[in-house]
């Protein structure tokens, strides 16, 4: 609480300033950045099927290889739509 008192917690800018960094010359950087993080899910998802293969190559970690896949799937689907959402925050501006 006491440090409320001073400056703002993240400083104190100007209109410029604002301006500057929410102005639209970023969105190719942020659409290349969204692309990239759209192949590594795509990259993600061959590992994964990849290292299945590998678990589930003996009869009796049939399971276990299931289990890591879906959990592996999972992840990805997370890791997916929280690019877009961090992707898609500063193009809808």
Not at 25 to 40: D, E, K, R
Not at 72 to 91: I, K, Q, Y
Request: net charge positive; charged share 10%; proline share 5%.
């Amino acid at each position: 609480m006491v440090g409320l008192f001073g400056n703002p917690p993240g400083g104190s800018y100007d209109e410029s300033t604002v301006a500057d960094y929410v102005k639209i010359s970023h969105f190719p950087t942020v659409v290349v950045t969204g692309y990239l993080a759209i192949l590594g899910v795509a990259g993600l998802i061959c590992l994964l099927a990849y290292l299945r293969g590998l678990i589930g190559g003996q009869p009796d970690r049939k399971l276990g290889a299931r289990i890591f896949w879906g959990l592996g799937l999972g992840s990805a689907a997370s890791f997916a739509v929280s690019w877009g959402l961090v992707t898609g925050s500063p193009t809808v501006s």
